[in-house]
């Protein structure tokens, strides 16, 4: 069924009684030319650009739990492309162009609001360095500007301008950045890959890797075992678990990163904003909640949950940015498990296994990755060679000593 | 979490700061080349779920270096020893 405003007017004359589920629940068969490994944003957005852009017969996506439950339902929504290395610069950008014409694409409402990003800066360093990456995005054919003191006064009123320890500056602004409705973007891949054919099959943990003379041939599930041409793993979170089944060990830990919203309030942050001197984001959902999260807890960590003391810095963040937070009461947190690679950046590659290639590694950035990331994947998978916008993110970078490492942080995941 | 410290008892989270995997060993060859054991040992990561042994460092309160065991999966303490 295709979604448009004549069929929304015409299930409203009926009473919505006519509205069909927007995928099949797929059983699975016995065989899959392609299988992708995990129902996220990256699996669901992989099987979609293959069954659109490519000829690879047979495409299963299998989802452990159910669809959105993983990283793509639990982050705070945000889409920029304002990196500031060669490597990663075109293919952020790359999933920006995807996202502007994306709900076209895939005729589903994903709420891409291109309402701006306000990375605000603190001293002349930090102003230096933003000048430095807003150059490079405007080299690279991005949006970028620097905004002064008044420029962004004139903007954002509301800031504690004369914050004694943390003045505000100015800000680098991405006006083409903004939000999307994380869980709609989901769906509306699943529902557009669905309808191409793509088998989607919820409930289906992978619990092996059948692999015979350095060639993978299927998987071993919790509803039986699956032949397969090709797998591609795509389960960023669980990538090491996953990979081990497969006998290889990755560049990357697991973090839990938190995510906060307040309760709903009267428009008041009509863009998104970021805090210089410490680690702290936030935006407004159009329910009306201000979303917010800040660094990940800084220790390894399989429980989709954080501690208080994280809840605390990034409070800390929020008040010492905008002071009428204060007033807010918190309505609700939550965690997610991030895949921390030891650059900062994430991994599209093929593996030493042969027909079996991995996509992982998005630390606390996978969701504005997600079409590009799909994309990208799709395109390696089908023609087995990198997409030139990811052709940066080899498996192999970290022995070869080319990382792509945006904070510099070093060889340490917690800090990226 | 909270750590019960061998030397100041039970003490909250954020007295600790989190450093590495104790089961991760330095390779002693001085890293004058580039071998796989340095590239294993720099990069590459085990990333297990389940119990698992790491340093802490009681940076807000006794400065000992600690081994912690703990379930990454659950968060749950199951010891803290002295090196």
Known sequence: MRYSALSVITQALRGHTGWTPAWRKAEPAPHYDVVIIGGGGGGLATAYYLAKNHSVGRIAVLEKGWLGNGSIGRNTTIIRSNYGLPGN??????????????EQDINYNAMVSQRGI?????????RDAFARRGNAMRLHGVDAELLDRAALRREIPYLDYDNARFPVHGALVQRRAGTARHDAVAWGY?????????DIIENCEVTGIDIANGVVKGVQTTRGAIGAGKVGIAVAGASSLVAAMAGLRLPIESHALQAFV???LKPLIDTVVTFGAGHFYISQSDKGGLVFGGDIEGYNSYAARGNLPTLEDVCEGGIALMPML???????SWGGIMDMTMDGSPIIDKTPVRNLFFNGGWCYGGFKATPASGYCFAHLMAREEPHPVACAYRL??????????EKGAGAQPNLH | MRMNCPHCGPRGLDEFIYTRDAALSRPRDGGAAPTQNWIDYVYMRENAAGPRREYWYHSAGCHAWLIVTRNVSSHEI??????
């Open chain 1, 396 to 405: 192999d970078r970290f022995a070869a000593g080319r990382l792509i490492d």
């Open chain 1, 89 to 102: 610069i075109p293919f952020y950008e790359f999933s920006m162009k995807l996202w502007e014409g994306l």
């Open chain 2, 78 to 83: 199951l010891s803290v020893d002295l090196p």
């Open chain 1, 118 to 126: 306000f990375n605000i800066y603190h001293n002349d360093a930090q």
């Open chain 1, 262 to 264: 307040s309760e709903g």
């Open chain 1, 326 to 332: 204060g007033r807010a009461r918190l309505l609700r």
């Open chain 1, 190 to 198: 699943a529902r557009a890959a669905d309808a191409r054919g793509v």
